[in-house]
Antibody, heavy 127, light 108 residues
Framework: EMQLVESGGGLAQPAGSLRLSCAASGFALTDYQMNWVRQAPGKGLEWVSYISSSSGTLHYADSVKGRFSISRDNAKNSLYLQMNSLRAEDTAVYYC????????????????????WGQGTLVTVSS | EIVLTQSPATLSLSPGERATLSCRASQSIARYLAWYQQKPGQAPRLLIYDASNRATGIPARFSGSGSGTDFTLTITDLEPEDFAVYYCQQRGNWPPLTFGGGTKVEIK
């Protein structure tokens, strides 16, 4: 069974730091482009960050640019999100999410939709 | 940034009825739209991608249509497990990938 499991959430002080991890199982993380998506309590979904398969391309939402850093270790089948300078508005459930990939005729293609999600980890920023 | 506007915010229906959810994009995104279902305490689940393609394992009562700026998710013959929040998401022009604000389908 393909699965993503996040960890590392918890309570952080404003201006503090936290590092989230996402462990993949049942598939090779190296084959996929990965993302972090968050959801503030009672609110909708917000895309946070993207990383390509090789880590060569990174993207961030404006709301986290310069404060958050996405990375991956394909050998460990793991994805990370380093969160610095945390603010109250960063309080949310953070999901790691895989971008859809399909293969046909010996070639593989990506669709920028999230086809596998973790269960999420709650980050609370408060003094 | 492409803004997605979902309507209505809440839809009150009975099991067996038909649900029609709307998602409007602030500019054309061709057919690059997906729909997700989220139940309380759970992660979202991909239902529809590229406007009208059902994801693996999604029942045929879920269908999507539209192109350009106007999209629709239709759920025919609502089952009790279909009462949830539904989000649309675009990949037409990113970053950023953006989601709509959601439509809650609740039991009447």
């Amino acid at each position: 069974e393909m699965q993503l499991v996040e960890s590392g959430g918890g309570l952080a002080q404003p201006a503090g730091s936290l590092r989230l991890s996402c462990a993949a199982s049942g598939f090779a993380l190296t084959d996929y482009q990965m993302n972090w998506v968050r959801q503030a309590p009672g609110k909708g979904l917000e895309w946070v960050s993207y990383i390509s398969s090789s880590s060569g391309t990174l993207h961030y939402a404006d709301s986290v640019k310069g404060r958050f850093s996405i990375s991956r270790d394909n050998a460990k089948n793991s994805l990370y999100l380093q969160m610095n300078s945390l603010r109250a508005e960063d309080t949310a459930v953070y999901y790691c999410a895989r971008l859809m990939r399909y293969c046909s005729g010996g070639n593989c293609y990506f669709r920028d939709y999230f086809d596998l999600w973790g269960q999420g980890t709650l980050v609370t920023v408060s003094s | 940034e492409i803004v997605l506007t979902q309507s209505p915010a809440t839809l009150s229906l009975s099991p067996g009825e038909r649900a029609t959810l709307s998602c409007r994009a602030s500019q054309s995104i061709a057919r690059y739209l997906a729909w997700y279902q989220q139940k309380p305490g759970q992660a979202p689940r991909l239902l529809i991608y590229d406007a009208s393609n059902r994801a693996t394992g999604i029942p045929a009562r879920f269908s999507g249509s539209g192109s350009g700026t106007d999209f629709t998710l239709t759920i025919t013959d609502l089952e009790p497990e279909d009462f949830a929040v539904y989000y649309c998401q675009q990949r037409g022009n990113w970053p950023p990938l953006t989601f709509g604000g959601g439509t809650k389908v609740e039991i009447k």
